[in-house]
């Protein structure tokens, strides 16, 4: 069974940073992309950043310059670097992965179970 751990959320002041982590765990062929989402409330779940296998990688406009994400294939990680946070920054943040179980399926996506981020002073 493919499970996804989130970890690093937490309160913040406005201009601090977090670090988010996201650990892939069980039987499984590849990981294609792997990526976080945030859903603030009353707001649907959006797309913060991805990064697929090959390396290329997609940001959403509102944290161009301020977030980073990397992996590492090693250890079927994903990290969030989250720079200069603002208010508006505050949600609940969830990991993605697309992952292929066995060789010449089509993978499927898994989430994780969400981690809070609050910037508040």
């Known amino acids: 069974q493919v499970q996804l751990v989130e970890s690093g959320g937490g309160l913040v002041q406005p201009g601090e940073s977090l670090r988010l982590s996201c650990a892939v765990s069980?039987?499984?062929?590849?990981?294609?992309?792997m990526g976080w989402y945030r859903q603030a409330p009353g707001k649907q779940r959006e797309l913060v950043a991805s990064?697929?296998?090959?390396?290329?990688?997609t940001y959403t406009d509102f944290v161009k310059g301020r977030f980073t994400i990397s992996r590492d294939n090693g250890k079927n990680t994903v990290y969030l670097q989250m720079n200069s946070l603002k208010p508006e920054d505050t949600a609940v943040y969830y990991c993605?992965?697309?992952?292929?179980?066995?060789?010449?399926?089509?993978?499927?996506?898994?989430w994780g179970q969400g981690t809070q981020v609050t910037v508040s002073s």
């Open positions: 993605n992965a697309r992952v292929q179980l066995r060789p010449f399926r089509n993978p499927n996506d898994y």
């Open positions: 069980g039987i499984i062929f590849s990981i294609n992309t």
């Open positions: 990064m697929v296998s090959g390396g290329s990688i």
